[in-house]
């Protein structure tokens, strides 16, 4: 899988969950105070199907994929702890 088509279902589940749950809360809470926003957890689930991988597997993907985790809004360090 290129990381184009990664990218491209990427911006369009971004946008679809973003719609689905009106873009609620921040995308990540700064010093562990709380969770990702709603939507960003569906992207990360939405990923996580499309790749075909256990949640783990995708974080350590995501981890490495700076672009796709800026698609989502999100950094490394903002990864849930799996």
């Given amino acids: 899988m290129s990381m184009s088509k990664i990218s491209r279902f990427t911006e369009k589940v971004v ?3 973003k719609n689905a749950v ?6 990540a809470t700064p010093f562990g105070g709380g969770g990702l926003a709603e939507y960003a957890v569906l992207s990360l ?4 199907v499309y790749l075909e991988k256990s949640y783990g597997e995708t974080l350590d993907l995501l981890s490495e994929m700076p672009q796709i985790l800026g698609d989502i809004g999100l950094n490394a360090v903002d990864l849930p702890d799996h």
């Fill in 15 to 17: 946008t679809l969950t």
């Fill in 22 to 27: 009106g873009g609620r809360g921040d995308v």
């Fill in 45 to 48: 689930h939405c990923l996580r």
